[in-house]
């Protein structure tokens, strides 16, 4: 490599260095996708951008869509009985720890969830006894 382009490579290196673990990946998807696409598409849709003026380049930036942001959206709902019960802590706040308790409660002997009387009658009516 000539001169100039060993300190071109190693501006670009620092740079890369430089950037945020997010930045990092934007630009490796950015890449994978323009890779997509033909050598000379690229290079017309670049020099097309080059072209434009400074304020078109701005309004194209700001009607970019954003990436989404934070977990996946289920696509269709979860049933409340498949979702997993959090854990009552000594940091869960007091309504919460009093709503819990009252919800459900153990029996002192087995450490099993209690049945409510309801339900047992209904249990017992069905077995026919």
């Excluded at 000539?2 to 300190?7: G, K, M, T």
């Excluded at 269709?76 to 720890?97: G, N």
Aim: proline share 9%; glycine share 2%; charged share 30%.
């Amino acid at each position: 490599m000539s001169a100039s382009e060993q300190e071109k490579l190693h501006a670009r290196m620092v740079d890369w260095a430089a950037l945020s673990t997010k930045d990092r990946e934007a630009a490796r998807l950015n890449f994978a996708q323009t890779k997509k696409f033909p050598a000379p598409a690229r290079t017309a849709n670049w020099e097309a951008y080059q072209a434009l003026p400074e304020e078109d380049k701005k309004a194209l930036i700001e009607a970019a869509s954003l990436p989404p942001r934070g977990a996946a959206v289920a696509v269709k709902p979860i049933a409340p009985s498949k979702l997993a019960v959090v854990p009552v802590t000594r940091k869960t706040p007091e309504p919460e720890k009093a709503a819990a308790s009252k919800a459900q409660t153990l029996d002192r002997y087995t450490l099993l969830p209690q049945v409510p009387k309801q339900k047992e009658n209904l249990r017992l009516n069905s077995e026919g006894k």
